[in-house]
């Protein structure tokens, strides 16, 4: 899993708030329930604490985490595993209540890091429980403290391997569900939700690049005689066949879909007119199962939006099945005044 897999940047301004505010919000319900010592018991290590989290605080919601690499955005959680280990310092060692504040570094990086820095996340609580043992032993850390470093750190693996197991799952869940929402469940083809959203995206690529854009609208002829004497199974088939034949004749860059029923779209992005119906006359000819196919085009004009374009190509298809089907007819385009 890699940070590029989270939909979410965890330090992306919009929504910051609602992301932080659960663990600073435990944080502070931890100050709260349990009592800071008196000022003359490690009063440094309070101070030092403090001044983390102060730096931790500022730098978040003043630091553009977001643009810098991923690796740089664990530094704000890691950087909370240290300021707990003073806060127990200065709140009395091993008899602290704050160690479990230590799986707070587990749980964010297991919602928005990656596996690598969530592994770093429990060397480094390791680190921060056991250093002050060593450091100042007993009886500030009594040697029952060993048992309850080992203890968190590995309630901490355990709790962000299974965090972020959890929401790589809902990802990958909300991921399918987005395809299958912008694909046609028979042909596989975009459905019309997709050709929606590519269209009005090619055209707005069109109007800034200045480049050609052509539109097809292809309508299988009799498609319900046919249904009607082969049943809806062969109908179901040759819409599958169609899918197939016509994709095989296309450009990776052009986008065909299924509009609905025996409907298909084209999109040809840096096609000129001339060459979309060389494309159409292709798609027309690949045809399967002995069938045939009536075919309108139309060249995107400037500044003319995706409803007007679209409007002109099946008024163009109209003209195809009016003189008779089995063709491919175009709009034609307005002539250009001279001055």
């Known amino acids: 899993m890699t940070s590029a897999e989270h939909p979410v940047r965890p330090f ?91 799986l707070l570094p587990a749980i964010w990086l297991a919602l928005y890091g990656t596996r690598r820095q969530l592994a770093v996340s429990s060397g480094l609580t390791a680190v921060c429980l056991s250093v002050p043992i060593l450091l100042a032993g007993a009886p500030l850390y009594p040697p029952s403290e060993w048992r309850r470093m080992f203890l968190l750190v590995i309630t901490s693996g355990i709790v962000g391997i299974t965090v972020q197991r959890l929401v790589a799952g809902q990802q990958e869940l909300a991921g399918r569900l987005e395809r299958l929402a912008h694909a046609d469940a028979l042909t596989e083809l975009p459905n019309r939700r997709a050709w929606d959203v590519q269209i009005s995206r090619e055209i707005g690529r069109a109007e800034r690049d200045g480049s050609r854009l052509c539109v097809a609208l292809l309508d299988l002829d009799h498609f319900k005689r046919f249904n009607d004497s082969l049943g809806h199974p062969a109908g179901d088939s040759l819409l599958q066949a169609c899918a197939r034949a016509w994709s095989e004749e296309l450009r990776v860059t052009d986008v065909l879909a299924r509009h609905g029923g025996e409907e298909f779209a084209l999109l040809l992005p840096g096609c000129n007119l001339e060459h979309a119906l060389e494309a159409a006359e292709r798609l027309r000819a690949a045809t399967p199962a002995g069938q045939t196919c009536s075919v309108g085009v139309a060249e995107w004009r400037p500044a003319e939006d995706a409803a007007s374009l679209f409007l002109r190509v099946d008024e163009a298809l109209y003209e195809a099945k009016s003189q008779g089907r089995d063709r491919v007819c175009r709009s034609e385009p307005v002539p250009v005044a001279v001055a």
């Not at 708030?17 to 440094?44: D, I, N, S």
């Not at 030092?48 to 630091?63: D, E, P, T, W, Y």
């Not at 060692?93 to 230590?102: D, K």
């Open 12 to 102: 992306a301004r919009a929504g910051l708030l609602g992301r932080a505010l659960p663990f600073a919000g435990t944080t502070l319900l931890a100050f709260a329930l349990v009592p800071l010592p008196p000022a003359e018991t490690r009063p440094q290590s309070l101070l030092l604490a403090a001044s983390l989290a102060l730096a931790i605080a500022v730098s978040a919601a003043l630091v553009p985490w977001a643009r810098l690499p991923s690796w740089l955005q664990a530094v704000p959680p890691l950087a909370y595993l240290p300021m707990v280990a003073l806060i127990r310092d200065a709140e009395g060692g091993g008899a602290s209540g704050y160690a479990p504040l230590v």
